[in-house]
Nanobody
Framework: QVQLEESGGGWVQAGGSLRLSCVAS????????MGWFRRAPGKERLFVAA??????TIVDSVRGRFTISRDVAKKTVYLQMNNLKIEDTAVYYC???????????????WGQGTQVTVSS
């Protein structure tokens, strides 16, 4: 019932910035959460950040450099990435939880991912 599409990935030198976007379409309801995950080469997918009506959550490894935000009217979530490091290189995925239940997230819907490559 929900489709997600990421955009904004690309190549950037260490210390540079990128802004990722993810647009949700379909029947999301009025109380939903959206989040970002990433999968580095040869590693498993890991949680990065999430946002809902109550606030935001972000992992320590990117805190102070990455910011998650959203435009509710446009059903779009953003990940502003500043001071990028080589270890940030990964495929970035957005996800959605439309349960509206609160508590642990239920990431039911996923985008196809967008590549972010950071070099020296």
């Amino acid at each position: 019932q929900v489709q997600l599409e990421e955009s904004g990935g690309g190549w950037v030198q260490a210390g540079g910035s990128l802004r990722l976007s993810c647009v949700a379409s379909g029947r999301t309801g009025t109380d939903y959460a959206m989040g970002w995950f990433r999968r580095a080469p040869g590693k498993e997918r890991l949680f990065v950040a999430a946002i809902n009506d109550s606030g935001t959550t972000i992992v320590d490894s990117v805190r102070g450099r990455f910011t998650i935000s959203r435009d509710v009217a446009k059903k779009t979530v953003y990940l502003q990435m500043n001071n990028l490091k080589i270890e940030d290189t990964a495929v970035y995925y957005c996800a959605a939880d439309t349960s509206g239940l609160g508590g642990p997230y239920q990431w039911t819907y996923w985008g196809q991912g967008t590549q972010v490559t950071v070099s020296s």
